[in-house]
């Protein structure tokens, strides 16, 4: 549309300039073709004429000069527009390739990782989330029981998911488990947190598709509840929904039924 436009004020531009030449040149040809109305009033004598031109350039040659100048001035806005998306759009390709690095680092440290226990004991990811979510729910049953007036009637218990399983199961474990992981998890959550609206709503749906429920949880629970208190910031700046994994909840809503 602004080419159109562009083209139909270059193109109005050079026909007005034309209307003077088009009746000089007709003017004082030998077979002049201009209505008996234009040739009583057009003078045909070259000093009126240059007259004329001189009349010319000193009024519409400063008006095309003032929107000549409109024109750069316009060009110059649009050409830092067109600069500015794209260096967006090379820092979106940027934060995009380097967290998805990030993310390949994360799924292959989480692949393979073996969980310890509070007797000694490696599990794999499976048995271990089974184990923690068994421990988690059951404390989180007897503080219930202890505090009835805590118990919700919609049973909802998010914040306390993630204060029973790090403030109790992982000290119970007392060895560092998703500390590696949790570093790098905080840099993901740094880039989103310093990206656009519309990129940050890009990567958390990457995140969420490659992390699922519980190690979403297990590594919220480090960034919520653990010594670096910057951690949580960037989790609350980063707009990533805390999420309490299903087997969990159901375990919970078990001892409330």
Do not use: C
């Not at 209307?19 to 209505?35: K, T, W």
């Not at 910057?230 to 039924?257: G, K, N, W």
């Amino acid at each position: 549309m602004k080419k159109h436009y562009i083209f139909l004020f270059t193109l109005g531009g050079l026909f007005f300039a034309a209307i003077p030449l088009i009746l000089y040149f007709i003017q004082f040809s030998p077979n002049s073709v201009l209505p008996d109305y234009l040739t009583e009033r057009l003078s045909i004598k070259n000093d009126d004429w240059g007259s004329f031109g001189s009349f010319l350039s000193g009024t519409s040659g400063a008006i095309f000069s003032f929107f000549g100048t409109l024109a750069v001035i316009w060009t110059l806005v649009e050409s830092h527009k067109s600069n500015e998306k794209q260096i967006n759009m090379i820092r979106s390709e940027q934060t995009f390739a380097q967290f998805n690095e990030l993310l390949k680092v994360l799924e292959e440290m989480l692949k393979y990782k073996i969980y310890p226990t509070h007797h000694g004991a490696l599990f794999d990811l499976e048995r271990w989330k089974d184990y923690v979510y068994s421990r988690t729910a059951l404390k989180m049953n007897i503080f219930l029981n202890e505090n009835p007036k805590d118990r919700k009637n919609d049973g909802i218990y998010e914040f306390s998911f993630y204060s029973f399983f790090y403030g109790t199961v992982m000290e119970e474990i007392n060895t560092p488990v998703f500390n590696k992981e949790s570093a790098i998890y905080t840099v993901l959550l740094d880039r989103i947190m310093n990206s656009d609206n519309s990129t940050k709503e890009a990567l958390i749906a990457v995140l969420d598709a490659k992390l699922d429920e519980d190690l979403f949880f297990f590594l919220n629970a480090f960034q919520i509840l653990g010594e670096d208190k910057s951690r949580i910031i960037r989790m609350l700046a980063s707009s990533l929904p805390l999420q309490v994994p299903v087997d969990l909840s159901d375990r919970i809503y078990e001892f409330t039924d």
